[in-house]
């Protein structure tokens, strides 16, 4: 039974309607914007489930139940109040915007029930609308576990998702189809990391372009790209990482552009938060050789989806993961060929090398090596013996920041970290 007063305790509201549908139906009254509906606070858990929603005529006293709720009649105040002076009813354009918005909001959270499925903890979008927002003296969208992040990577995502949004706005796909054109070629990314590891007999290494980072905050003060990136290929590097993001990691795409562009000839992996297939033609037009691709934020589809847009654009995929069950779900993709194993919790910023180890244990390492994956050992490696150690446990590469960045001479920190200059191997 609906509990008609109190939306929190209306648990099992996802048999009896489908609240797409009451959404659709107070907009079609012209009363809300989607800020004005957000503020409905329908808690995650109690959205119904869209696999599974029936699709039935929506009995009156169910649509009083919104009718009742405090929340609800502030929610109408401060809208009709917000709309003083303007038409109240809305444009066609602006009803198509919001239809478009709520279909938006939808399809977030189908991906959201999809992901958490596969155990993915992510969120792709904020169950119940952005966070915290005002409109003139009123604040439309009270802060709630349904539009706080629950750690860094989820508020990462949902920023991501932001920015995509308004880039794609200002470079649609069809544009950036054509800009391929010019793009230059990609180089192998994989087979330059094979190659290091036979000449040298040690993983190849991934060195990372990185100005700063969430856990570490500034890295390197004097943070020029190009020059740190033609220190790393002149120490050794089988190819470079370059952070892209700029919010969370004082990234750029220019930097990317401008390593590509200044001759760097080691392959260049595209180090972004990837959500949509949109970026990974804007990466390779920027002059990637490679991406990353998430396992914590991505579902299955979304990976077999992308690895065939990477194959299409030329394009290697490095698909990272940090635990058992995401290992599981990549090793069962077909096409994979890099793996890496983030050290680094993305959720709680923990630490600990031991996590390539455990994973490369028994019958996943026998699965890699029968599909000659290459495995990446990421994050935490400071010393030769860390790279000896995961080196032990079964990687052919490794990706290294914060250790080689931070030296004054980063090459030098290349034969530092690796105990030897490995350009004479
Ligand atoms: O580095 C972070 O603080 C971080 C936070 C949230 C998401 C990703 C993050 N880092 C990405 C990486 O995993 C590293 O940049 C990369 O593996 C190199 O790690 P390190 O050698 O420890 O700098």
Redesign the pocket.
């Known amino acids: 039974m609906l509990e008609p007063e109190n939306p929190s305790t209306s648990s099992n509201i996802g048999t009896e309607f489908s609240v797409s549908f009451l959404l659709l139906l107070l907009r079609s009254l012209s009363l809300f914007s989607m800020e004005g509906l957000a503020s409905l606070k329908v808690p995650f858990q109690t959205l119904p489930s869209f696999s599974s929603r029936p699709i039935t005529s929506i009995p009156p006293a169910q649509v009083n139940f919104y009718k009742k709720s405090s929340l609800f009649t502030f929610s109408v105040r401060a809208q009709m109040e917000s709309n003083e002076g303007s038409a109240a009813v809305a444009t066609s354009g602006e009803s198509v915007t919001e239809a478009l918005k709520i279909k938006e909001w939808e399809v977030g959270m189908f991906q959201n029930e999809v992901a958490a499925s596969q155990g993915i903890r992510i969120r792709r979008r904020p169950p119940t609308g952005p966070p915290l927002h005002y409109v003139g003296p009123f604040q439309f969208r009270l802060q709630n576990e349904g539009n706080t992040p629950q750690n860094?990577?989820e508020e990462?995502v949902w920023n991501k998702d932001t920015e995509v949004s308004h880039l794609k706005e200002r470079r649609p796909l069809g544009v950036l189809k054509k800009a391929l054109a010019n793009a230059p070629p990609t180089r192998d990314f994989i087979g330059a990391l094979r190659a290091a590891n036979e000449r040298t007999g040690l993983p190849g290494l991934i060195a990372?372009v990185?100005k700063a980072?969430?856990?570490?905050g500034i890295?390197r003060e004097d943070f020029d790209p190009v020059e740190i990136a033609k220190a790393y290929e002149k120490g050794g590097a089988a190819c470079l990482?370059v952070?892209t993001d700029e919010k969370?990691?004082k990234g750029s795409f220019e930097n990317l552009e401008a390593i590509r562009k200044a001759g760097v000839k080691c392959p260049l992996l595209c180090?972004e938060?990837i959500i949509d297939a949109w970026q990974l033609y804007y990466a390779r037009i920027k002059g990637a050789d490679a991406v990353l691709l998430i396992a914590a934020v991505l579902p299955d589809l979304d990976i077999k989806y992308m690895i065939k847009i990477c194959k299409l654009l030329g394009l290697s995929a490095l698909v990272?993961v940090h635990d058992e069950r995401e290992f599981d779900r990549v090793l069962g993709i077909e096409g994979i060929e890099l793996i890496?194993i983030?050290?680094?919790n993305?959720e709680t910023?923990e630490?600990d090398i031991g996590i390539t180890k455990k994973l490369l244990e028994g019958e996943r390492g026998k699965i890699i090596r029968e599909k000659n994956i290459i495995m990446v050992g990421?994050?935490?490696?400071f010393t030769p013996d860390d790279i000896a150690y995961v080196q032990e446990a079964g990687v052919k590469a490794v990706?290294?920041?914060?250790?080689i960045?931070k030296q004054s001479d980063p090459g030098k920190g290349i034969s530092n970290l690796f105990g030897k200059d490995i350009t004479l191997s």
Do not use: A
């Open positions: 860094i990577l990462i990372e990185k980072s969430p856990s570490r890295l990482s952070l969370y990691f180090k938060f990272e890496g983030n050290n680094r993305l910023f630490v990421e994050s935490g490696l990706l290294v920041g914060e250790s960045v």
